[in-house]
């Protein structure tokens, strides 16, 4: 069958690589796709928020299934869009309704649909413009450090940790003030739970799930987990302190009444649940919910998945997960992300890429490139992400490392010490 990734990360250039692998895919395409996805099939100019775009799109390429990689398409209702239009009847697109992606797209509801279905999770109050003040009379009560989070999407931006109370209720201010947009009309403030966090992904049809290998990713910029927050400098799989008990407490306590819950409140939901959690003195207890798979965790999850990837969505899709078995390689993943000079703060883009092809024994996933004259070049913040396998972090790591050094562009820049704090 013919086949639509959309997206154009790191995470869409992984899904793609593994969806070229399996005997029921023909065509492949991605919208709008990168440098690297090219080397796996077409890319199309459109964008994917353009549903009507993307939607003459998949008629003129006879495509049968599509598979939506990042979140606002989905929080603006892409599969919603696609099961109500008739057209479109005898395609099978993998992602949840827009009401199942507000788990995502609001803090808040997913704060609220946690308590209703008693999923373990931080102590909140939301709060908008008129109810400020009982917001910082909240902060009060808690302890330093103190989280703020917009309540919509803010591109991965609308999370604030404060050490200070002064300083989080002027934060406060400035979030319901505008900062972040519509996206902060209303603001989380979140008691702060001190623990080590970890992802974990599920595929689900709304009532069963299959678990995927977890994951840990590493937000800041700077080496020993310093500086401004990113979209994500890298990731490991497995998780050495996930072990076969904290995983069933996981299960237990969170994937099972996540899925419970969305089933009970007849949420429409076929695609992936990424549960960002924090392990809490060997309790799990959820951060957030996303309703997509995680990037970079993806660049190091799916290479340990050995799954037909296809057949895997399609049993979503049709209802029979429960048939399927999980298949992983027990090698250590390590992902290391390159960035350009600057980011996350402002960088340059179109800068000329060398070295691809002096790569040896790693996965390069082409995260924020181009095709420019036939030579590929920079066009985003995180540039590439380089996975390679060991029987441990640090092996895995050096294989990345290694890796990385042979790719050069003007101001790369990576850390050397992801999974340093799991060794």
């Known amino acids: ?3 639509l990734v959309i997206g154009s990360g790191g995470r869409e250039h992984a899904f793609g690589w593994r969806i070229k ?3 029921l895919t023909d065509k492949l395409f991605f919208a709008p796709g990168n440098a690297g996805t090219l080397s796996l099939g077409t890319n199309l100019a459109i964008d994917p ?3 009507k775009d993307v939607k003459e799109a998949v008629i003129e390429n006879e495509i049968k299934l599509v598979v939506v990689g990042p979140e606002e398409p989905l929080v603006r209702g892409i599969v919603d869009f696609f099961n109500d239009d008739e057209d479109l009847n005898d395609v099978t697109i993998i992602g949840p309704s827009k009401r199942g992606a507000t788990l995502e797209g609001s803090k808040d509801f997913a704060k609220q649909f946690m308590l209703k279905h008693k999923i373990p999770t931080a102590r909140y109050l939301t709060v908008t413009a008129k109810t400020k003040n009982e917001g910082k009379a909240f902060l009060k009560d808690l302890e330093a450090p103190y989280v703020l989070k917009a309540d919509g999407l803010a591109a991965g931006k609308g999370v604030v940790i404060l050490d200070n109370y002064n300083d989080a209720c002027a934060e406060l201010d400035s979030m319901l003030g505008g900062k972040f947009g519509s996206a902060g009309n209303s603001v989380v403030i979140e008691e702060f739970l001190s623990g080590i966090e970890l992802s974990v992904f599920v595929l689900t049809d709304g009532k069963d799930y299959f678990i995927l290998p977890e994951a840990k990713d590493y937000k800041r910029i700077g080496e020993g987990d310093k500086g401004l927050n990113t979209g994500g400098m890298g990731a490991v799989s497995p998780v050495p ?8 407490k996981v299960e237990e306590k969170i994937i099972k009444p996540t899925v419970n819950g969305i089933n009970n409140e007849k949420i429409e939901y076929n695609g992936f649940i990424f549960f960002g959690l924090i392990k809490v003195d060997d309790e799990p207890f959820v951060i957030e919910y996303n309703v997509r798979m995680g990037d970079p965790e993806t660049e190091a999850v799916i290479p340990r998945l050995k799954n037909d990837l296809v057949e895997l969505l399609l049993a979503a899709a049709n209802g029979k997960l429960k048939e399927q078995e999980v298949l992983i390689d027990n090698r ?5 992300v390159l960035v350009s000079g600057g980011y996350p703060e402002e ?3 179109g800068l000329a890429v060398r070295g691809l092809d002096k790569v040896d024994g790693s996965l390069v996933f082409h995260a924020g490139t181009m095709r420019q004259n036939k030579q590929v070049v920079t066009n985003g913040g995180r540039v590439f992400a380089i996975t390679s ?7 895995a790591r050096a294989g990345s490392l290694k890796s990385a050094d042979r790719i050069q562009f003007d101001g790369c820049n990576f850390r050397k ?3 340093f704090d799991l060794v």
């Open 332 to 336: 250590t993943a390590v992902t290391l």
């Open 417 to 419: 010490d992801i999974g």
């Open 21 to 23: 692998q399996s005997a």
């Open 347 to 349: 960088y340059q883009k």
């Open 49 to 51: 928020n353009d549903f």
């Open 1 to 3: 069958m013919n086949i």
């Open 389 to 395: 396998f060991g029987n441990s972090i640090q092996e």
């Open 241 to 248: 302190f996930a072990d076969k008990d904290f995983m069933r």
